[in-house]
């Protein structure tokens, strides 16, 4: 299936440029598309996602509009189709 | 040769340059701009040399990139050059020190990092390999954050053997005698304030330790309250803050060529960060610590700022030159080994690490 990766202006040089992906997953949750997106775009993979795969603190994913944290996290489910948006979080200074 | 200033901030990198023996400085940057770069060395064991820069990219998590043009262009390693292997279950926070060997273990460079790890590279830094050594140590999980991070901060390899030594904030001093597999605590007399036992076997809160340039059993290490030194390799501490105006602070720099030369930031205490009087002064030893000297030709009164720990460096020349950055933004060189000094930048984020190399 094929999820939509909508990318921040930022990150979007790590992905050839794009600020939207369209990636194709072979599992069907956050972490099975967050893990093919890794596999083909390393270096954007590991500013999401530290090494244990756990999403980095200052970043926010959002799966058709609902952030994961408040939802099913990493175990989200996505399908064909789903929306899945990368933001910075509100932080820094 | 140029000699070649890094100055590593909490918003990017700057690097001045001197073609007229340190008398003056162009400054140029930002590079890495919006990047936290606590860690920075300068390799010059490479036909070109090479920056290091252990950076933090605020949201998007830390790394080390490099530079083999001098800033001109960065690299990095597509998925880190220091990465906690998975059966650690930890990630990596920040790299607080990049260490190259000496030039006879080319491509090997050492990092700091937290948490609480040390790694060595022997491809020039492109990527590390955790030290399991000090990893599987049973004290490892008893070490505490200080109030910037748990880190190993300090890597300190020695040219003529198989000795490394470290500090962290906390957990004291540590030195491995075979190249990092095993290693011991060395804390003897160095004191805390902060646990019920002030003088534990570790846990110590040292800021900072550098080498005598008169040989490797010679330490210093600046304290959390309090200066000491070594003579027996970390064997034993006694104190040197006599004459001192306080024993607080973050930066202990020793000179590379001058044995019994060493220089320190003090401030007032942990509770307040600031020189004394808001006086910033720099504090020099010519006898290991027996009897210290005020210098502050050049810096300014009403100075209410603090030096981090990596924000002060000695050059190779002779006489030694000195570089430190403030977290207010400015940036003071001698060149005569701390007799005056000269503002060569201000207005810079928080200075965080400064080093300095010459190069072709």
């Known amino acids: ?79 064909d189709g789903t929306v899945v948006q990368v933001l910075p979080s509100v932080a820094g200074g | 040769m140029t000699d070649l200033l890094a100055i590593g901030t909490r918003k990017g990198l700057w690097l001045a340059r001197s073609d007229d023996d340190r008398r003056t400085w162009t400054v140029d940057g930002p590079h890495l701009l919006a990047q936290e770069v606590a860690a920075v060395s300068i390799d010059t064991r490479l036909p070109s040399p090479r920056v290091l820069a252990g950076i933090q ?73 955790l030290v399991r050594g000090l990893h599987d140590h049973p004290h490892r999980p008893t070490w505490q954050p200080g109030g910037g991070g748990g880190a190993v901060h300090t890597v300190l390899p020695d040219p003529a053997s198989d000795r490394v030594t470290i500090a962290m904030s906390t957990g004291g001093v540590y030195v491995s005698e075979d190249g990092g597999e095993k290693w011991e605590p060395r804390n003897r007399g160095i004191t805390v304030i902060f646990g019920p036992d002030p003088l534990p076997e570790y846990g110590q809160c040292v800021h900072k330790a550098a080498v005598d340039a008169g040989g490797p059993d010679r330490l210093y290490a600046q304290n959390h309250f309090g200066v000491f030194r070594s003579d027996d390799a970390g064997g034993s501490w006694t104190s040197i803050a006599a004459g001192l105006p306080a024993d607080f602070g973050f930066p202990i720099v020793s000179s590379p060529i001058t044995p019994g030369s060493a220089w320190v930031v003090p401030l007032v205490a942990d509770m307040q960060r600031v020189p004394p009087d808001g006086r910033l002064r720099v504090h020099r030893t010519r006898d290991a610590g027996e009897t210290w000297t005020e210098l502050g030709d050049g810096l300014p009164d009403d100075a ?49 690490a400064v080093r300095a190399a010459r190069v072709p």
């Open chain 2, 57 to 129: 990219y605020g949201h998007w998590g830390p790394t080390v990139m490099w530079s083999d043009d001098l800033g001109g262009t960065w690299n990095e390693s597509d998925h880190g050059a220091i990465r906690f292997p998975e059966d650690t279950g930890a990630a990596l926070a920040r790299v607080w020190q990049l260490r190259p060997d000496t030039a006879d273990r080319p491509g090997v460079v050492w990092a700091g990092c937290e948490p609480h790890s040390l790694w060595r590279s022997t491809d020039g830094g492109c990527s590390f390999e």
């Open chain 2, 304 to 352: 209410w700022v603090a030096v981090m720990r990596d924000a002060f460096c000695a050059d190779d020349h002779d006489p030694t030159g000195l570089f430190f950055g403030t977290r207010d933004g400015c940036v003071y060189a001698s060149r005569d080994e701390g007799e005056s000094f000269t503002l060569i930048a201000d207005h810079l984020p928080d200075v965080l």
């Open chain 1, 1 to 79: 299936m094929t999820v939509q990766v909508v990318l921040p202006g930022v990150l979007a040089d790590l992905a050839g440029g794009s600020k939207h992906l369209n990636v194709e997953v072979a599992g069907d949750t956050v972490a099975d598309l967050l893990e093919a997106l890794a596999v083909e775009h390393p270096l954007l993979g590991r500013r999401i996602r530290d090494e244990t795969g756990h999403v980095r603190r200052f970043v926010n994913v959002y799966v058709d509009g609902d952030d994961v944290r408040f939802s099913g996290g990493l175990a989200t489910p996505v399908a």
